[in-house]
């Protein structure tokens, strides 16, 4: 059982900065292929981006390309995601994802092939 801790969401102005971090902990946090996934009201919910367990590969939904980076830190170990140029359009409740990889390099990006979710955490762009 791998458990997933969401962090650092909040309230942000249209343009500013949020870096959220999921913890991880059990069995495979170390070398479990990871994701951001996001839901807002009333809409399903959307892949954001995704990372390999060895951190090479990553993968980002159109709608937040060259605004958001992802990225980890297999010895703690965590994931981060830092969202710049947020519009208001990115308010959701983001949720950190986790899976046994099928090798090193693959990442995911359907919500169904996750096997652990966090408990997710509210980023509100607004002025």
């Known amino acids: 059982q791998v458990h997933l801790v969401e962090s650092g969401g909040g309230l942000v102005q249209p343009g500013g900065s949020l870096r959220l971090s999921c913890a991880a902990s059990g069995p495979t946090s170390r070398s479990d292929a990871m994701g951001w996934f996001r839901q807002a009201p009333g809409k399903e919910r959307e892949f954001v981006a995704a990372?390999?367990?060895?951190?090479?590969?990553?993968y980002y939904s159109d709608s937040v390309k060259g605004r958001f980076t992802i990225s980890r830190v297999n010895a703690e170990p965590t994931m981060y995601l830092q969202m710049n140029s947020l519009k208001p359009e990115d308010t959701a409740v983001y949720y950190c994802?986790?899976?046994?990889?099928?090798?090193?390099?693959?990442?995911?990006?359907?919500?169904?092939?996750?096997?652990?979710w966090g408990q997710g955490t509210q980023v509100t762009v607004s002025s």
């Open positions: 990372v390999s367990w060895n951190g090479r590969n990553t």
């Open positions: 994802a986790s899976k046994v990889p099928f090798d090193s390099g693959s990442y995911y990006t359907e919500g169904s092939e996750y096997d652990y």
